[in-house]
């Protein structure tokens, strides 16, 4: 499976984005897809999940009732829409595909494909 994440950006604080994540060369619908998010000297944090069957939904708490993710099943995409920004969000970005069991859906070990990082710059 490729992933390919676009969308980001530079933003002021208290502005939105919308990133988006289009996976090809796998059966979409297989997997539960994921936005991570990684600083420099920092270790790769867990943002956002949706199950496979788009039923259920994780976060990471600071980004609860502030990011959305979704995914279309028939475009093979997952979005994660961003509303007000704080400039702790700014990181690269990357999404990525997995068959995660509960324990492990917020954990880099359920995944196992990756895109290759979108930057998410927030100004204050």
């Known amino acids: 499976v490729q992933l390919q994440a676009s969308g980001g950006g530079l933003v002021q604080a208290g502005g939105s984005l919308r990133l988006s994540c289009a996976a090809s060369?796998?059966?979409?619908?297989?997997?539960?897809m994921a936005w991570f998010r990684q600083v420099p000297g920092k270790e790769r944090e867990f943002v956002a999940a949706v199950r496979s069957s788009g039923g259920h939904t994780y976060y990471l708490e600071s980004v609860r009732g502030r990011f959305t993710i979704s995914r279309d099943g028939a475009k093979n995409t997952v979005d994660l829409r961003m509303n007000s920004l704080e400039p702790e969000d700014t990181a690269v970005y990357y999404c990525a595909a997995g068959t995660p069991i509960l324990s492990n859906i917020r954990q880099r070990s359920g995944y196992y494909y990756w895109g290759q990082g979108t930057l998410v710059t927030v100004s204050s």
């Open positions: 060369g796998g059966t979409f619908s297989r997997y539960s």
